[in-house]
């Protein structure tokens, strides 16, 4: 079983800055994706960053330039630094680990931490 802890939100005025964390434990693949998905209401879940144990990394449009994603193997820990924030960046933030192995695909998720900018 893997859980994910997330911690960092909270309320910021536009052009603040916020950081999340999440840190995954239990039975994780040494090859993995971390990242951050983002659902606001009434919109489908969304790509905001992720990142491959190797370091490869993967933004949505609307966040390069202002977020950036940073993981720490040792620990399982996967961080989102997001600068000059936007009242379009309100959502909740989901934590994800995925991996495939042996033709079979985990997928896990964290319970969500609330970012909301205020304009």
């Known amino acids: 079983q893997v859980q994910l802890v997330e911690s960092g939100g909270g309320l910021v005025q536009a052009g603040g800055s916020l950081r999340l964390s999440c840190a995954a434990s239990g039975s994780i693949f040494s090859f993995n994706t971390m990242g951050w998905y983002r659902q606001a209401p009434g919109h489908e879940r969304e790509l905001a960053a992720a990142m491959t144990t190797s370091g490869s990394t993967n933004y949505a449009d609307s966040v390069k330039g202002r977020f950036t994603i940073s993981r720490d193997n040792a620990k399982n820990t996967v961080y989102l630094q997001m600068n000059s924030l936007k009242p379009e960046d309100t959502a909740v933030y989901y934590c994800?680990?995925?991996?495939?192995?042996?033709?079979?695909?985990?997928?896990?998720w964290g319970q969500g931490t609330q970012v909301t900018v205020s304009s």
């Open positions: 994800n680990v995925h991996w495939r192995r042996l033709g079979k695909q985990y997928d896990y």
